[in-house]
């Protein structure tokens, strides 16, 4: 895809400055090359520089927003019924493309082969449904017993801008951006500078569909741009899906400027095995949960709340089927787990469970000095799964979330005790249930804080369920029908029946010399 040809090419000595630090694998930022105005994508497998991107311009910025605003122009006038065979023809490129998205994955960020055949097979479905409820959930909406008087509308109002995660490079941005397609927007995407191939990727299959009037860009923008774009009247609202500290920064801007904003954030979800469940499948779901992507998940099965008296037992069934889990190139067809994405992902994770092991944590499964995978495997961001248990207060492992790898186990007494921990955390993105007694898990369910609670399945990537967190986890709910509404103006149209051949209207007026502050009533006159 070609970059922006307004910013300049890096110099070569400030790619050698970068390559140094990549290759004496000490913790890196991307955003440490600003002043040369440009990134590197980096394989996580190897470490090694795969392309050089510019950051957009101001310039950049300004043509995208106005190409991006002929583009809204252009999508609103345009028929449901071609906005929606414009979705499925994304969902049939995808299946053609499937394997070459899946590589790219594997490639630019870590994903074992068969994760990025599944995420992308989930898309097509994510596109199909969309497509298929796109009509119900844009004709007007009659309100209640007013019958036709009164009914709502939803109409586009502009841009969404959406900033995007690395970690399901299809995923994330297209169960976001297809109801603003479908409802009548355009869409700017900035992705993570982790994987600004497979954002181009996305953009050129979306072109390839139909949307070729700037109903959809990619811009690679730093953060010093997004005020200008959140505050830019042609931008109707702003989504994001990254840390809780970024959700504070990009509310904080949408507020400043009065935009609607949906944000999915960090997550620490509890994973909740009662007395009553299937330990076998419990320790599946659990290992499932917590290794996907090598453990890089927002709603990752962050903590094992475990009743004490199937305790001894989840562990039996835990480690044997963490052991399952093979650590590997993600080229490999047999590879569970790859690499994390970015070295300083690796590291930090490393940090994490010393300092929670330091601290006093059991290692039940792996070992903290040999975390790292041997050649030749050993260039690359590769980590084996680790189980700890017996955290104590103020270990990392209890108290962060951890974007890897690593298991963490609680022993509670009771219901009430795995309620009390699960809730005891600022953040409420998802949560796991496990119960063969399912008004026993639902009761259990009811009372956890979260934006979803799933029942004996971690995370089912369904795309008829809202999903969106609470408290620290974020704001606003994608997906489901919800979704079409989030950046529309749901407008509300009211037409008065008038039978009568004359009316009274009533104003009550409060006067302000008025002792008492009663109220007089004034009837007005006949007409």
């Keep these: 895809r070609r970059p922006p040809r307004s910013t300049p090419k890096p110099s070569s000595a400030a790619s050698d400055v970068y390559k140094r630090q990549v290759s004496t694998q000490s913790t890196w930022d991307i955003f440490q090359m600003r002043n040369a105005k440009f990134f590197m994508t980096i394989c996580p497998s190897t ?8 950051f957009a311009s101001a310039a950049d910025v300004s043509s995208t927003l106005a190409k991006a605003h002929e583009g809204y122009k252009f999508n609103k006038q345009v028929p449901l019924s071609t906005r929606i065979q414009k979705i499925l023809n994304i969902a049939d490129i995808l299946e053609k493309r499937k394997m070459e998205c899946a590589e790219l994955m594997a490639t630019e960020m870590g994903k074992p082969i068969k994760f990025g055949v599944f995420e992308v097979n989930e898309v097509i479905g994510i596109m199909k449904h969309k497509a298929a409820v796109a009509e119900g959930a844009l004709q007007p909406q009659i309100l209640g017993p007013l019958a036709k008087k009164a009914y709502t509308l939803l109409q586009p109002m502009g841009i969404h801008f959406c900033v995007h995660p690395w970690n ?10 297809t109801q603003s397609l479908l409802s009548g927007m355009s869409v700017i995407q900035k992705p993570s500078p982790t994987i600004p191939q497979c954002a181009y990727l996305v953009e050129q299959i979306i072109r390839d569909a139909g949307f070729k009037n700037n109903e959809y860009q990619v811009l690679l923008a730093d953060t010093d741009h997004f005020e200008t774009i959140i505050g830019d009247p ?3 609202g702003v989504s994001l899906t990254g840390s809780t500290r970024s959700g504070k920064s990009i509310g904080a801007l949408a507020g400043k400027y009065v935009k ?12 909740v095995v009662l007395e009553d469940a299937d330990m076998k499948k419990s320790a599946a779901q659990g290992a499932l949960g917590r290794l996907c992507n090598s453990g890089q998940v927002c709603v990752g099965a962050k903590r094992m709340i475990v009743n004490e008296k199937v305790y001894d037992k989840f562990i039996e069934e835990l480690i044997p089927a963490v052991k399952g889990w093979k650590v590997g190139d993600p080229h490999d067809p047999d590879t569970m787990m790859g690499p994390l994405a970015r070295y300083d992902l690796y590291d930090t994770v490393r940090q994490q469970v010393k300092e929670s092991v330091d601290k006093g944590s059991r290692v039940l499964y792996g070992d903290v000095e040999q975390l790292k995978v041997p050649a030749p495997l050993e260039k690359g961001n590769f980590i084996h799964p680790l189980i700890l248990d017996n955290i104590p207060k103020g270990a990392p492992a209890r108290e962060e979330e951890i974007f890897g790898p690593c298991l963490s186990l609680f022993k509670v007494k009771n219901d009430e005790e795995a309620i009390a921990l699960a809730n005891n955390i600022p953040y ?3 949560a796991t ?3 063969e007694n399912i008004p026993h898990a639902e009761k259990v ?3 956890i804080d979260a934006g979803g609670v799933y029942i004996n399945q971690w995370f089912p990537m369904d795309p008829c369920l809202p999903f969106g967190g609470c408290k620290d986890s974020g704001v606003g709910k994608e997906a489901g029908i919800e979704g079409f509404s989030i950046f529309a103006n749901k407008k509300t149209v009211y037409i008065a029946q008038i039978k009568l051949k004359f009316h009274v209207q009533i104003c009550l007026l409060y006067t302000s010399d008025a002792a008492d502050d009663t109220p007089c009533v004034d009837l007005g006159g006949r007409r």
């Design 47 to 54: 470490n090694k520089v795969l392309k050089e991107f510019p």
């Design 168 to 177: 399901f490079p299809f995923w994330t941005v297209m169960n976001t951006f």
């Design 234 to 236: 042609r931008v109707a």
């Design 260 to 271: 609607p904003f949906l944000l999915e954030l960090g997550g620490m979800d509890p994973f």
């Design 428 to 430: 409420g993105l998802g």
């Design 433 to 435: 249930v496990m119960s």
């Design 445 to 447: 369910a009811e009372q």
